[in-house]
């Protein structure tokens, strides 16, 4: 079992009542500060959680190995989403929060993904930009209305549109209440993106802690 140590990470308690923790995830060759502003700014007053990869790929920090672009190594992928995820419970009780929703961008929304389809009970919901399907073959998992948000980026040379389709195509099979947005936009994240981020939290007081 993880301990809140295990992943080097920022903590930001709430500042306003009844919010949902927000798990932040970064991109390949981020950090555990890079989405903190994204998270105030999606979420004011939310708690945030945001460990940092602790995988290396040429210095850089991500969340599990790759073999190529696009191509996971998913005996890695599986293992670091357990880690990932009993990290998240061991913070949960640390800090006591309820189930975060997971806001990942590029690398960190695919774990959040995976944890989605692994470890269903450490998420409440989770925000995907610019994600891909983890597994070739995924898992079954039960994600009853789970809310998910996907943004993808129509121009995004990673991320073929038919493979964020696919993953929407799957949590929306496992039973989440996936809503699946394409951007006019490359893989790197851009305002219209806050903007569909910022009103998709507005929508959902439900969340609510
Ligand atoms: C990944 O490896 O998770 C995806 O290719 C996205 C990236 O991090 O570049």
Redesign the pocket.
């Known amino acids: 079992m993880s301990t809140p140590e295990t992943f080097i990470h920022r903590f930001e308690p709430a500042t306003a009542p009844g919010l949902p923790p927000l798990l932040l995830l970064h991109?390949?060759g981020g950090d555990e500060n890079d989405l903190l502003p994204l998270g105030h700014s999606v979420a004011p007053g939310a708690a945030l959680l945001s460990p940092r990869g602790r995988t290396l790929e040429a210095g850089m920090p991500?969340f599990f190995r790759?073999l190529a672009?696009?191509v996971?190594d998913e005996d890695d992928l599986r293992r670091r989403t357990h880690e990932l995820a009993d990290f998240v419970e061991q913070a949960r009780a640390e800090y006591g929060l309820p189930a975060p929703i997971a806001l990942g961008f590029?690398?960190g929304a695919?774990i959040a993904a995976a944890m989605l389809l692994l470890r269903p009970e450490a998420l409440s919901g989770a925000v995907l930009l610019r994600a891909?399907s983890p597994f070739v073959k995924p898992p079954v998992a039960a994600l009853t209305a789970k809310p998910v948000l996907i943004v993808s980026g129509s121009f995004d040379p990673?991320i073929p549109e038919e493979n964020a389709a696919r993953l929407a195509a799957t949590l929306g099979g496992a039973g989440a209440a996936v809503e699946h947005r394409s951007l006019p936009t490359g893989h790197g994240l851009s305002q219209a993106d806050l903007g569909l981020v910022r009103d998709w939290f507005a929508q959902r007081p439900a969340l609510a802690a």
């Open positions: 991109g390949t991500r790759r672009e696009g996971f590029s690398n695919n891909m990673i």
